[in-house]
Nanobody, 124 residues
């Protein structure tokens, strides 16, 4: 089994910043891709951004220019730098890892069990 643990969430005012971290229980060299998801209150989970083993990354349009996804392979960590936060970014954030699957979201088939997530609350 592969597990991840998210951390770094908190409560901030609109315009503020947070940096989320995801610690993997496995070597990230064993997976093709890692990603961040979020689930707003009362809504479904959505992908936020994905990064592959070559370092190529992309994020969804609603966070483009504000969020940056990165990884530290030596530490088996994934990060999400979130700047200029908006109230609509309020959600529980989760990370996941997976293998390449063309046509899937982020070209990634996720294989990790969902962790507890980390809560991000942005007030106006």
């Amino acid at each position: 089994e592969v597990h991840v643990v998210e951390s770094g969430g908190g409560s901030v005012q609109a315009g503020g910043s947070l940096r989320l971290s995801c610690a993997a229980s496995f070597s990230t060299d064993r997976v093709y891709c890692m990603a961040w998801f979020r689930q707003p209150p009362g809504k479904g989970r959505e992908g936020v951004g994905v990064i592959d083993r070559h370092g190529a990354s992309k994020v969804i349009d609603s966070v483009k220019g504000r969020f940056t996804i990165s990884q530290d392979k030596a530490k088996n960590n994934l990060y999400l730098q979130m700047n200029n936060l908006k109230p609509e970014d309020t959600a529980t954030y989760y990370c996941a890892a997976g293998q390449k699957e063309d046509g899937a979201w982020g070209d990634c088939r996720f294989i990790t069990n969902w962790g507890q997530g980390t809560q991000v609350t942005v007030s106006s």
